[in-house]
């Protein structure tokens, strides 16, 4: 008889990598600790519990990179999915389910599989060594004693415990007339000219104009179990720092020493914004010491404020809230693998993604690896050109750990999004006038329908991954 393989944690993501694993013929042993151990948000027995918002966002497969996720996590057999189409409710172009009946259907289908057994207990610490091929996914609220065993094994400094994101853009909505490329002082990077950041220059009043404008704008409040987590010095919000004083943020993420407007070498900044590359085939660039606890509106508002930001499209909006997640780029290999103990895989929120859908994908994928080596298979990873490909390649190297220690350092939890996909040409696209036929959503769509046609192919060689 094949040997067992333990999923840990019966989340979305716990959930969907034992069905995938027992939809290849493989047994699992799915450790889930409640209600033996409730945490702090989780209100039931239920696996694939859903305890923030019911909406899987948006279903658009064919402009939207979230639709898209689901629909190659559809045809590659996920249950999630399954269950999600099955109890969804009306929200127009989103996906929002009954998320007890939701739950209750994912629970369903686990506790009947033949092949899946749950063990209702905690795993406290790393698995025993006879545990040979084991998935952690425990999410973003690890128990503490499982959480400090994979500090330990990973290096005290691998895993965070509080998120502090600062707004990530898409490059081509920067009005480059406005902003220039350098780095502070002309400092060169191992693998950079001088020009490693983009810059957006502010004046005095633009500069006042904006203190004045995030002092005032509305906050998001921390859930209970995050009120007594003090901040972390070294990460402040930009509006903690704007209270302590109007020229906090001039002297700090904002100062604009040993920099030259390329447009204007004439006239001095008073302030500048900085963006650092976030990936590897710089499409998206994150906003340099600008974690946020504003509400995503008010950040949309605010930030556009800021010269050659005005028309800045976000694929990441800025947070601060208690999660738990590892620093995967450089822990893990491209199996999902760590690299200082292979014989556990991770998925879910705790490899860096953000959201329901994002977290599942992540335990799909972490199945089908995990199924196809214990039945001695090659399986090799989605393509790069998929929204599965890409958020993997995101947490395995895409966020350039590989060459870049401090952009490593740097890796935040991650929502899918079009700027993570390798590029497209679009240059001889056909456009027309109106939001749906301009060159952006022709981009999209072509994005699309290249990474549904490259996953069938995928598919098509799969061991564990094909729809049933």
Same mark, same amino acid.
């Not at 063990?119 to 060594?129: A, H, K, M, N, Q």
């Given at each position: 008889?094949?040997?067992?393989?333990?999923?840990?944690?019966?989340?979305?993501?716990?959930?969907?990598?034992?069905?995938? =694993?027992?939809?290849?013929?493989?047994?699992?042993?799915?450790?889930?600790?409640?209600?033996?151990?409730?945490?702090?948000?989780?209100?039931?027995?239920?696996?694939?519990?859903?305890?923030?918002?019911?909406?899987?966002?948006? #279903?658009? +497969?064919?402009?939207?990179?979230?639709?898209?996720?689901?629909?190659?996590?559809?045809?590659?057999?996920?249950?999630?999915?399954?269950?999600?189409?099955?109890?969804?409710?009306?929200?127009?172009?989103?996906?929002?389910?009954?998320?007890?009946?939701?739950?209750?259907?994912?629970?369903?289908?686990?506790?009947?599989?033949?092949?899946?057994?749950?063990?209702?207990?905690?795993?406290?610490?790393?698995?025993?060594?006879?545990?040979?091929?084991?998935?952690?996914?425990?999410?973003?609220?690890?128990?503490?004693?499982?959480?400090?065993? =994979?500090?330990?094994?990973?290096?005290?400094?691998?895993?965070?415990?509080?998120?502090?994101?600062?707004?990530?853009?898409?490059?081509?909505?920067?009005?480059?007339?406005?902003?220039?490329?350098? +780095?502070?002082?002309?400092?060169?990077?191992?693998? @950079?000219?001088?020009?490693?950041?983009?810059?957006?220059?502010?004046?005095?009043?633009?500069?006042?104009?904006?203190?004045?404008?995030?002092?005032?704008?509305?906050?998001?409040?921390?859930? #209970?179990?995050?009120?007594?987590?003090?901040?972390?010095?070294?990460?402040?919000? =930009?509006?903690?720092?704007?209270?302590?004083?109007?020229?906090?943020?001039?002297?700090?993420?904002?100062?604009?020493?040993?920099?030259?407007? /390329?447009?204007?070498?004439?006239?001095?900044?008073?302030?500048?914004?900085?963006?650092?590359?976030?990936?590897?085939?710089?499409?998206?660039?994150?906003?340099?010491?600008?974690?946020?606890?504003?509400?995503?509106?008010?950040?949309?508002?605010?930030?556009?404020?800021?010269?050659?930001?005005?028309?800045?499209?976000? /694929?990441?909006?800025?947070?601060?809230?208690?999660?738990?997640?590892?620093?995967?780029?450089?822990?893990?290999?491209?199996?999902?693998?760590?690299?200082?103990?292979?014989?556990?895989?991770?998925?879910?929120?705790?490899?860096?993604?953000?959201?329901?859908v994002e977290s599942a994908a992540i335990g799909l994928i972490a199945g089908?690896?995990?199924?196809?080596?214990?039945?001695?298979?090659?399986?090799?990873?989605?393509?790069?050109?998929?929204?599965?490909?890409?958020?993997?390649?995101?947490?395995?190297? @895409?966020?350039?750990?590989?060459?870049?220690?401090?952009?490593?350092?740097?890796?935040?939890?991650?929502?899918?999004?079009?700027?993570?996909?390798?590029?497209?040409?679009?240059?001889?696209?056909?456009? +027309?006038?109106?939001?749906?036929?301009?060159?952006?959503?022709?981009?999209?769509?072509?994005?699309?329908?290249?990474?549904?046609?490259?996953?069938?192919?995928?598919?098509?060689?799969?061991?564990?991954?094909?729809?049933?």
């Amino acid at each position: 008889m094949t040997e067992k393989i333990h999923v840990i944690g019966g989340g979305l993501a716990g959930s969907e990598a034992a069905w995938q =694993i027992a939809q290849a013929g493989v047994p699992v042993l799915l450790h889930e600790m409640r209600p033996k151990r409730q945490t702090e948000v989780h209100q039931t027995r239920a696996l694939a519990e859903l305890v923030c918002s019911n909406s899987f966002r948006s #279903d658009d +497969s064919e402009t939207n990179a979230v639709g898209l996720l689901h629909e190659e996590m559809r045809r590659a057999g996920s249950l999630i999915m399954q269950a999600a189409d099955l109890h969804s409710l009306p929200a127009g172009g989103a996906l929002a389910v009954d998320r007890d009946k939701f739950a209750d259907e994912v629970t369903q289908q686990i506790e009947s599989h033949p092949l899946i057994m749950i063990i209702r207990d905690e795993v406290s610490g790393l698995p025993p060594p006879h545990w040979d091929n084991v998935i952690v996914a425990t999410g973003p609220l690890t128990s503490p004693d499982l959480a400090h065993a =994979i500090q330990y094994v990973t290096g005290e400094t691998e895993l965070a415990f509080f998120d502090a994101i600062a707004p990530i853009v898409y490059l081509d909505s920067l009005n480059m007339d406005v902003c220039w490329c350098q +780095s502070r002082y002309d400092r060169e990077s191992l693998d @950079g000219d001088g020009a490693d950041y983009i810059n957006c220059p502010l004046d005095k009043q633009q500069y006042e104009t904006f203190i004045d404008t995030l002092l005032v704008a509305e906050k998001s409040a921390f859930k #209970d179990f995050e009120t007594n987590t003090p901040y972390f010095e070294g990460c402040l919000p =930009i509006e903690v720092m704007a209270e302590r004083g109007r020229d906090t943020l001039r002297y700090g993420p904002m100062k604009p020493v040993g920099l030259t407007n /390329a447009h204007k070498p004439q006239e001095k900044p008073y302030a500048v914004v900085q963006l650092r590359q976030d990936n590897a085939l710089g499409t998206l660039w994150n906003m340099v010491g600008f974690q946020t606890k504003l509400k995503h509106s008010e950040q949309v508002r605010v930030f556009r404020t800021i010269p050659g930001l005005e028309e800045a499209d976000f /694929a990441r909006l800025g947070g601060l809230h208690r999660n738990t997640f590892l620093n995967s780029p450089k822990l893990l290999d491209a199996h999902l693998r760590l690299k200082a103990d292979p014989r556990l895989r991770f998925a879910g929120q705790i490899t860096g993604v953000e959201g329901y859908v994002e977290s599942a994908a992540i335990g799909l994928i972490a199945g089908g690896f995990a199924a196809a080596e214990r039945l001695g298979l090659a399986l090799s990873p989605p393509p790069r050109t998929t929204a599965l490909g890409a958020l993997l390649h995101h947490i395995t190297g @895409g966020h350039m750990a590989a060459t870049d220690e401090g952009a490593a350092r740097s890796f935040q939890p991650m929502n899918i999004n079009f700027g993570l996909f390798p590029p497209i040409a679009t240059s001889s696209m056909p456009h +027309s006038k109106g939001a749906r036929n301009s060159k952006a959503f022709q981009k999209k769509r072509a994005l699309s329908a290249r990474a549904l046609a490259d996953l069938d192919r995928w598919l098509s060689g799969s061991v564990s991954m094909a729809a049933e």
